[in-house]
Nanobody
Framework: QVQLVESGGGLVQPGGSLRLSCAAS????????MGWYRQAPGKQRESVAT???????NYADSVKGRFAILRDNAKNTVYLQMNSLNAEDTAVYYC?????????WGQGTQVTVSS
């Protein structure tokens, strides 16, 4: 069993920055994919950024050049650094970890970009 605890969401003005954190605990093995997803009202959940245990990253086109996914292996923690935020980034952001066939989700954290 794996638990994910997210933090760092909030209200930010357009052009601002936020950093989300996701701490994983439990049976974390060597090979996994961790990532951030988001779901805006009335829209489907979409992938924002992922990082493998080997360090390979992948980003949605809409966030390339603005967001960065980082990890601290010693703390089993993944971060999402979000810069140049705009209203289209407003959503609930979810942390996810995939270990083999298993997939675990965090509780979600709200990010609102508004002036």
């Amino acid at each position: 069993q794996v638990q994910l605890v997210e933090s760092g969401g909030g209200l930010v003005q357009p052009g601002g920055s936020l950093r989300l954190s996701c701490a994983a605990s439990g049976s974390i093995f060597n090979f996994y994919v961790m990532g951030w997803y988001r779901q805006a009202p009335g829209k489907q959940r979409e992938s924002v950024a992922t990082i493998t245990s080997g360090g390979t990253t992948n980003y949605a086109d809409s966030v390339k050049g603005r967001f960065a996914i980082l990890r601290d292996n010693a703390k089993n923690t993944v971060y999402l650094q979000m810069n140049s935020l705009n209203a289209e980034d407003t959503a609930v952001y979810y942390c996810n970890i995939k270990i083999g066939p298993m997939s675990y989700w965090g509780q979600g954290t709200q990010v609102t970009v508004s002036s």
